[in-house]
């Protein structure tokens, strides 16, 4: 059995982030759930195992998006970040521009640009 990748979905508008939940997780998923940027750095810090994307508004409640973004990869150094509704993302160890996911969100457009980051090979 394949191991489910690990998403951590920081969204301060409920209904946004429950619609990424939804489709996430049926794409086979596991999802995390953080409505502000201290709840999602609590969650990171308790947990055990590593976070492999973090999907987040343009702009996540109490700390900017680089910030957010630096103290997640100082967890886990391979950890893609992807913003919702912007023209692009980083892989903030790399500096790759990747796809992103943009709003209005739908399931077809989300699940295509998760899948895109985590399968695009990181460059040595």
Known sequence: ????????VLEG???TRQS????????????LEADNSMEALLL???????????LTGS???????????LAFSM???????????????????Q???H???RTPITPESLLNAVQQLLETPVPA
């Open 44 to 54: 990171a810090a308790e947990r055990e195992g590593a976070v492999d994307l973090l």
């Open 13 to 15: 508008d409920s209904h």
């Open 20 to 31: 990424c939940l939804g489709i996430l997780a049926a794409g086979g998923y596991t999802v």
């Open 59 to 69: 702009n996540p409640p109490g700390i900017t998006r680089g910030e957010l973004a």
């Open 95 to 97: 500096e790759l521009a």
């Open 75 to 93: 967890l886990w150094p391979d950890i893609d970040v992807m913003y919702l509704g912007e023209t692009s993302t980083q892989n903030h160890t």
């Open 99 to 101: 796809p992103v996911a």
């Open 1 to 8: 059995m394949v191991e489910s990748r690990v998403i951590l």
